[in-house]
């Protein structure tokens, strides 16, 4: 980004920022990440062409962060827009899952079901697991109950054959989320303990954090997230050092 904005390439500096402000999101770093989209002019409408549409789906990511959700349904509804304009069909940015989770967040449960089954189409005819374990895992959090956790156990497995590690976190957390509210807490250790495991080895500080409070709830100690060094010892094994 530092590079783009020294050699004054702007066509591709969108996509720099686009990254960056998804690092931010999950670093948990969100007044940072609102700081440098303030900082760039980048709060309000922005051009309508395909190199802007990452930084959509980035800001839309951070207003649900923040849970903005009329802001993050708006982003969305207009990427969607572009896609469909264009004929771009690509499920790869799971703009429609995200579009569910913003919209259940207003309330509008219905419209956010509809909107994440068409993601799950899309996905299951895109074909990677990636894409198609991260829809999965939209309808899983819209459903209600058993149905819900055994969507999030078919979006958990379908996820652990895809590279992108990143959502499979996020799978694995709200699936250990969801096997402890329904009182399993037995089966929900594993994978909070994975997710946590993942998140603190690739830095994924939201992720982390939300599977060590689960699992701080079920009465376990563990190191948070961004601990390090002598930081991830437990008292007893401090003493022993």
């Given amino acids: ?99 569910a989770l913003a919209l259940a967040g207003q309330g509008h449960v219905e419209e956010a079901q509809r909107a994440a089954q068409v993601e799950l189409d899309q996905a299951r005819a895109w074909g990677t697991p990636s894409a198609i374990g991260g829809a999965l895992r939209e309808i899983a959090l819209l459903s209600p109950g058993k149905a819900g956790v055994d969507a999030l156990g078919e979006a958990v497995s379908v996820l652990g054959r895809s590279a992108h590690r990143l959502e499979y976190m996020r799978g694995l957390a709200d699936y250990g989320a969801a096997l402890r509210r329904t009182n399993r807490i037995g089966q929900a250790r594993e994978p909070l303990r994975r ?37 991830m010892l437990t008292p007893s094994e401090l003493r022993v050092a």
């Fill in 195 to 231: 997710a946590l495991e993942l998140a603190r080895r690739g830095g994924a500080i939201a992720i982390g954090k939300r599977a060590h409070a689960e699992l701080e709830a079920m009465g376990e100690r563990s190191a948070p997230p961004e601990a390090a060094g002598a930081q």
């Fill in 1 to 99: 980004l530092e590079a783009a904005r020294a050699a004054g390439v702007i066509a591709i500096l969108p996509m720099y920022a686009a990254v960056y402000v998804d690092a931010l999101v999950e670093r948990d770093d969100l007044d940072r990440a609102d700081e440098e989209l303030a900082a760039l002019g980048w709060t309000g409408a922005l051009p309508e062409n395909y190199w802007w549409s990452p930084l959509l789906y980035a800001r839309a990511s951070l207003h649900l962060a923040r849970r903005r959700f009329t802001q993050s349904t708006a982003d969305l509804r207009e990427a969607q827009s572009f896609n469909e304009r264009h004929g771009i069909s690509s499920p790869s940015s799971l703009v429609g899952s995200h579009l």
